[in-house]
Each structure stands twice: as structure tokens, then as C-alpha cells.
């Protein structure tokens, strides 16, 4: 099937203008000017196509072509740990500083969308045609609008184009948050009623698209409102639940296959995807598959977050009868959500490995390792799982074909490619039929933007935070999900305040639960950041300590017996991070309040840049920035 992509078109400069001189008045024949781009509908939409432009690196939830950015919103989160030998989450450091300029504090594609809002009434098409656009537009000024308030709060309300005349915009004061997201919400549900239907084409903004949005954002600003004592989130929070429920009747099939959402040629074959990023060879590419295929990566996993998937009883692995402990890798990742196999590379050992030395203790099957691990047992399990899978496949092998002959792989004693700190290395976007090379961006898994699973989470929470959260509701949004990866339903009878004797108790069993699945649902795609900063949750989960896996390094022996002295260099930690030797959890970081650092309350809120803050007096810092 021939990808449909879009066309992003680079306008010259337009006139801001006019006078009174009739010669002037006279537009160019030769160029684009803003008195002959905007005058037809085909006029809008070729201009509209520049506007999709939005969906890149400039925002906290799906960062799409750096190799990097994909997981970047759930590093932040504390979810993740850093490949880095020393700490540099910002967040756990304390080290967060104002810049002098960016941040976030950007209006330039504000103003790139006021452009085309303010040439509808004019143009010369007819009502329903101009109230289709000013819905498109709607769209991306509110797409735009949310990144905005998520970082800084109270922000300026622009409407329009500025000109030179607008001193009070140029120089005023940022709008109350209040106003502004209602503002937002106000033109989202304008949006709805008048959009096309079907958009313009397959994969465009389209009703389906614009009630996406507004599900993800009456659900942010609503909880937000309510857990930072905003009030009157109730409106968001309803907005979220009905623009929910019409795309569950328009998604009402869930993809049975959880891996196909990252790791697609096509997404327009994927079930429930509501607009996606295509990528096309040579026209359009990325570099998040090529990225987790070398030794670039910088992301991974930490011990308390694999914790947080539950068994496949459906219980955590505080409660579950079906957890087999965390002594080896093998027994932490058996039994439980598929999810965990799909996003950490599991545990394998192959004998062929080119060139080893080494030989782990043990035997079985005249396999070396120890003698009660079936070291292909998660080789056959992804095969059984997932029969027609082309991604993910164990042993994994680097851009260049060169395989891995162990997992974990921790950097230092392990293979450079593919390895990581904690052994816990992220594969969510591993693939092994995408192109790879030395060039990084060459990759053409398409990226989704907007996807029923995030709705049926959204719809989840929002339900639970109006006080109509069901067995009914649980049944038509996590059940759908967990039945696809190997996880008992969720059962509210059951959820009371021992079901995880290791939740955060400030929370209620039931909503750690609806937490815990989008956390897990949604991990590499870079929800974390806004949820815990939605929850006011930042000091539960960056204040943790961070450790990798249980190893034994008497495990870790050369040919002739004798320990690695690479292996055996690798500090060592109890479950309280207290130094061990012989064997114990891989040392990472330790909980940064522990050290006098750890999450502060001002974080919540980006700082604004100090270059405006000099240019405009009015303007006043976001609290203890300063």
C-alpha cells in the first residue's frame, strides 16, 4: 500500500501589513503573499500541511525522531534510569536551572497557526468551509497550548497575529492558567461539533482526532486542578469522559498484538490508531530503532519500576503465589505481564557466542549456566507469544548483525552494544526487519500520535476521578488491554489496601491500580513526566533508590575457573542499598534525598527564560526560580 505523507510546505514571507498606495496593494504574481495564500479551501490546506510540523521533539509526550527522545518524558518521571555513570536526571540532582532562553517558551508556531485563523473570514469560502479550518486550526493552537501550560502554568492568551502596534501582548502580563484552559477546552468542543468528519483525507486531523485531544487534556487539566488545589476541575474531567466513550464506539477493538504499536511499517493496519507519524524511505525517517541496536542508548530500566508490572494472577509481586523471586533474572521475568518481555530485553545465555571466555557455572543439557535455568526458556516463550512476530526475537543482535550472547549485558564485563548499567536494556522499538546502517536515521516504523489504548487509559482514570469507576468500566478499559498480554482482569472485589502492601498509601488501592496500568501500558512512549507532575506525585517516584538486577558473581567465571575481574569490580547492594559482596543487586543511584537532593515542589513548573523576564517587566517568574 502506497503511504499517504504529508507535504510540508515552506511559505515565503507574508505581508503583515497594508497602505493606502494603490501600487502597492498590488500582490506579486510570482510568490506567495498573505492576500493570494488564503482564499480557497485548497489554499488552507496546502497551508495547513506546514502545521503537522507540531508532532516532533518539541514536547514532553512523544518526542519522535531523535533517536533518544521517545523514552526522554518517562526518564524524567524517574520510571527510567540513565546509562550514565553518574546521575543526571536534573530533577533527582537538584540541578534544574532557569535558561537564559527556550525552555519551551516559544510562540512562534502560535503565531505560525494565527496566521491562517485570521484569513478565514475573509477568504472566499463558504461557512461550513471556514468553520472546517477554523477547527484544524483550533486543534493546533490547542495541541500547542497544552505543551505550553503543562511547562509554565499561566501563560499569555494570543489569538491572533501580533503586530507592532499590540504593546499590551508584547509587553503584558501572562494570562491566569484558569482562563487559558478554558479558553482551550472552549475551542476543542467548537472544534468537534465543526469539523469535517473524516478530515481531509486518511490520517488527517478529523473529529476522531480532535475528541483524542480532548481526552488527553480534559483529563490532564482535570486532575491537575484537583491534585494542586485549583478547583473546578469537574468540566475537564466530564469533557474527557464523553469525547472518550464516542471513540470507544468508534475503537471498539483493541490490537491484539502490543508490540505492533512501536515497531510497524504501516500503522494504518493497526487497530484503534486514531493519526499516526508515517515515516517513507528516503523521504521522511527516524533513528529510535537504529538508536536501541547500539551502544547510543541512554535510557533503561530500574529495579522499582520492573516491580510495578504485576504477575500474570493479576497481582503484584508484593501478593502474587506466581512470583518466583528476583534471585536471577530468569525467575523476575516469569510469569508475569508480557508487557515487561516486550519493553526489557529478557534473559537468554547462547554457548555459541563469538569469541566468549566466558563460561557462568553449572550445567544442563551441556548448556553452560546454572544448573537449574533453561537459559533458551524466554527464546522459546517470544516465539509462542508471539508466532508472527517480526521484532522481537532473542538472541538480539546490534545494527550490524553482530549478536549478543547475554542478557543481561551489563556495560563493563558485558558486549558495548546493546548493553546497559541496571541489565534491565530497553527494546521497545527493536525491530529486525527496519533498515539499519551506520547512518542513524534511516528508520521507517511509523510513530503513533493518538491511539485508542491511551483513550481507554484516559477514560479509565477520569471515570474513577468523577466517583464512576466500575467493574463495568474496568471490564471495557484495562481487561481489554490485559487480555492481550497474558494478565488476569482486574477484579475490584479483590483490590483493597493489602492487595500491594507496597503502593503509595496517600493513594487509593483502586487508583494505583488504574496508575499502575497506564504506567506500564504507555512506558517508551513518554507519558511519565506529565502524569507525575498531573498526580503531584514527583517526590514518590524521583526520590527512589535505583538498582538493576540480582547477579552472583561466582556465576562469572573464565574458561579456567577463575572469576572475571569485571564481573567481580561491579559494586554490589542490598535490598536497603547497603554494600555487599558476592552477590546482590547491581549499584546504581541511591534515593537523591538520602544525599540532601531528591524532587522539589518548585519543579512542578518550568522556570521561564531569563532573556524574557529582562525584556518584559511584567512578566514574573514561576515560584522559587528566582
Not at 556465576?555 to 575481574?565: H, R, S, T
Request: aromatic share 14%; with cysteine; glycine share 8%.
Amino acid at each position: 500500500m502506497k503511504k499517504y505523507i504529508y507535504i510540508i510546505v515552506v511559505m515565503t514571507s507574508l505581508l503583515l501589513g497594508a497602505c493606502n498606495d494603490d501600487f502597492l496593494e498590488k500582490y506579486p504574481t510570482d510568490s506567495q503573499t498573505e492576500g493570494t495564500a488564503f482564499n480557497t479551501y485548497e489554499n488552507f490546506k496546502t497551508y495547513t500541511w506546514s502545521l503537522y510540523s507540531v508532532f516532533t521533539n518539541n514536547n514532553f509526550v512523544q518526542f519522535v525522531e531523535n533517536g533518544l527522545g521517545k523514552y526522554k518524558g518517562d526518564w524524567m518521571a524517574g520510571y527510567l534510569s540513565t546509562y550514565s555513570t553518574t546521575e543526571n536526571n536534573t530533577f533527582r540532582n537538584q540541578t534544574a536551572q532557569a535558561p537564559a532562553s527556550g525552555g519551551g517558551w516559544n510562540f512562534s508556531f502560535i503565531r505560525k497557526v494565527n496566521l491562517m485563523l485570521d484569513n478565514i473570514d475573509d477568504s472566499k469560502m463558504n461557512e461550513v468551509e471556514k468553520n472546517h479550518w477554523r477547527a484544524v486550526g483550533y486543534f493546533f493552537h490547542s495541541y500547542n497550548y497544552m505543551e505550553l501550560i503543562s511547562r509554565f502554568g499561566d501563560v499569555p492568551w494570543v489569538d491572533k497575529v501580533i503586530g507592532e502596534n499590540d504593546v499590551d501582548l508584547i509587553y503584558g502580563k501572562r494570562s491566569p492558567r484558569k482562563e487559558v484552559s478554558d479558553k482551550v477546552l472552549e475551542r476543542l468542543l467548537f472544534a468537534e461539533k465543526n469539523i469535517k468528519k473524516n478530515g481531509d483525507g486518511n490520517n488527517t486531523i478529523n473529529v476522531n482526532v480532535i475528541r483524542a485531544l480532548i481526552s488527553r487534556f480534559g483529563l490532564f487539566e482535570g486532575t491537575w486542578r484537583k491534585y494542586h488545589a485549583l478547583g473546578d476541575g469537574d468540566k475537564f474531567l466530564a469533557a474527557s469522559i464523553l469525547a472518550s466513550e464516542e471513540l470507544i464506539k468508534s475503537f471498539p477493538t483493541v490490537n491484539d498484538s502490543y508490540d505492533e504499536l512501536l515497531c510497524s511499517e504501516d500503522l494504518s493496519k493497526y487497530n484503534g490508531m486514531i493519526l499516526y507519524k508515517e515515516y517513507v524511505k528516503d523521504i521522511l525517517m527516524n533513528g529510535v530503532g537504529h538508536t536501541e541496536r547500539t551502544s547510543s542508548g541512554k535510557y533503561e530500566m530500574h529495579k522499582a519500576t520492573v516491580e510495578m508490572y504485576l504477575c500474570s494472577d493479576g497481582k503484584p509481586v508484593s501478593t502474587s503465589d506466581k512470583y518466583d523471586g528476583d534471585k536471577t533474572m530468569y525467575d523476575e521475568f516469569r510469569n508475569r505481564d508480557h508487557r515487561l518481555l516486550y519493553q526489557v530485553v529478557p534473559p537468554f545465555f547462547m554457548t555459541n557466542g563469538v569469541g566468549l571466555d566466558f563460561v557462568p557455572n553449572g550445567s544442563k543439557n551441556n548448556t553452560t549456566y546454572s544448573a537449574d535455568v533453561d537459559t533458551e526458556e524466554y527464546v522459546e516463550l517470544l516465539k509462542q507469544i508471539s508466532p508472527n512476530n517480526t521484532s522481537k526475537r532473542l538472541p538480539v543482535f546490534n545494527w550490524s548483525g553482530t549478536m549478543n550472547w547475554t542478557s543481561p549485558n551489563i556495560n563493563g564485563p558485558g558486549q558495548a552494544p546493546m548493553g546497559c548499567r541496571t541489565g534491565y536494556y530497553m527494546w521497545r522499538h527493536y525491530n529486525l526487519w527496519d533498515t539499519n546502517s551506520n547512518m542513524a536515521s534511516i528508520n521507517t516504523a511509523d510513530k503513533p500520535i493518538f491511539y485508542i489504548e491511551e483513550i481507554l487509559l484516559n477514560y479509565a482514570e477520569a471515570m474513577f476521578e468523577s466517583g464512576k469507576f466500575t467493574q463495568d468500566v474496568a471490564n471495557k478499559t484495562i481487561n481489554k488491554l490485559r487480555s492481550r498480554v497474558d494478565v488476569a482482569a482486574m477484579d475490584l472485589a479483590q483490590i483493597n489496601d493489602g492487595f500491594d502492601p507496597k503502593r503509595d498509601k496517600s493513594v487509593d488501592p483502586i487508583l494505583w491500580e488504574i496508575r499502575r496500568e497506564r504506567i506500564v501500558e504507555l512506558m517508551g512512549d513518554g507519558f511519565g513526566f506529565q502524569d507525575i507532575r498531573r498526580w503531584k506525585k514527583g517526590e514518590w517516584f524521583i526520590n527512589q533508590d535505583q538498582m538493576g538486577v540480582y547477579i552472583k558473581q561466582s556465576d562469572y567465571k573464565n574458561k579456567k575457573g577463575e572469576l572475571i575481574p569485571a564481573w567481580e569490580a561491579i559494586k554490589l547492594v542490598d535490598r536497603n542499598f547497603k554494600p555487599v559482596t558476592g552477590e546482590g543487586y547491581v549499584k546504581r543511584f541511591i534515593n537523591p534525598k538520602d544525599e540532601g537532593k531528591g524532587w522539589k515542589d518548585q519543579y512542578y513548573l518550568f522556570p521561564l527564560p531569563l532573556n524574557d523576564l529582562s525584556l518584559n517587566t511584567n512578566l514574573v517568574q514561576n515560584p522559587d526560580w528566582n
